[in-house]
């Protein structure tokens, strides 16, 4: 049984680094690509990228120039790191497991389990 | 402003059969990517209900199947019950910009 659990500050000043971790149970990370959704409060969900285990990433367009996300095998650890932050990227942030096929040359993903969330707030 | 659109909110009584649609675009839902679906109840994570058409994880009810078609999904509820109020998510693959994941907007059930 997989389990996903989301660990970091849940208060970030604006323009710092929002940092978090997200430690998987039940499967070695190195077999499955792992996602982070984000859902600001009240509001729908975002996907943010995903990472896989030949640090191949993919991230959504409108945060790339922002976002990192690595893996350590050793930890079965993955994390995100969302630079330069607003009052915008205030969300709870999921860790999620991501099933993936190819299909017409692209890899494409759904998302299964999600961890339970890490509330984070930027702050002026 | 979401790439896939779903109505904000849909309504049905105990019983009736429902269904929330999920507008995409040629660079997403109409270049045959699948769609799936995701259900939220209120105050908890999300989780899968089904992936493409065909795909229901175990818990999920046969109540609930989905259909695609040219640049539209629909997620389709039967026998509608009061414990399926919930927030209601559609996500496909998008080819634009290099390809990345989109959702659409959510759409709030309510069991009258």
């Known amino acids: 049984q997989v389990q996903l659990q989301e660990s970091g500050p849940g208060l970030v000043k604006a323009s710092e680094t929002l940092s978090l971790m997200c430690t998987v149970s039940?499967?070695?990370?190195?077999?499955?690509?792992w996602s982070w959704i984000r859902q600001p409060p009240g509001k729908g969900l975002e996907w943010i990228g995903y990472?896989?285990?030949?640090?191949?990433?993919n991230y959504n367009p409108s945060l790339k120039s922002r976002v990192t996300m690595s893996m350590d095998t050793s930890k079965n650890q993955v994390s995100l790191n969302l630079d330069s932050v607003t009052a915008a990227d205030t969300a709870t942030y999921y860790c999620?497991?991501?099933?993936?096929?190819?299909?017409?040359?692209?890899?494409?993903?759904?998302?299964?389990?999600w961890g339970q969330g890490a509330p984070v707030t930027v702050s002026s | 402003q979401s790439v896939l659109t779903q109505p904000p909110s849909v309504s049905g009584a105990p019983g009736q059969r429902v269904t929330i649609s999920c507008t995409g675009s040629?660079?997403?839902?109409?270049?045959?990517?699948?769609v799936h679906w995701y259900q939220q109840l209120p105050g908890t994570v999300p989780r899968l209900l089904i992936s493409?058409?065909?795909y229901r994880p175990s818990g999920v009810p046969e109540r609930f199947s989905a259909s695609k078609s040219a640049t539209s999904a629909s997620l389709a509820i039967t026998g509608l019950q009061a414990e399926d109020e919930a927030d209601y998510y559609c996500?496909?693959?998008?080819?634009?910009?290099?390809?990345?994941?989109?959702f659409g907007g959510g759409t709030k059930l309510t069991v009258l």
């Open positions: 999620v497991r991501a099933r993936a096929d190819t299909v017409l040359g692209a890899v494409v993903l759904w998302f299964d389990p």
């Open positions: 039940g499967v070695p990370i190195s077999i499955y690509y």
């Open positions: 990472i896989y285990k030949t640090g191949s990433t």
């Open positions: 040629s660079s997403n839902i109409g270049a045959g990517y699948d």
């Open positions: 493409g058409t065909n």
């Open positions: 996500q496909s693959y998008d080819n634009s910009l290099g390809g990345f994941e989109v």
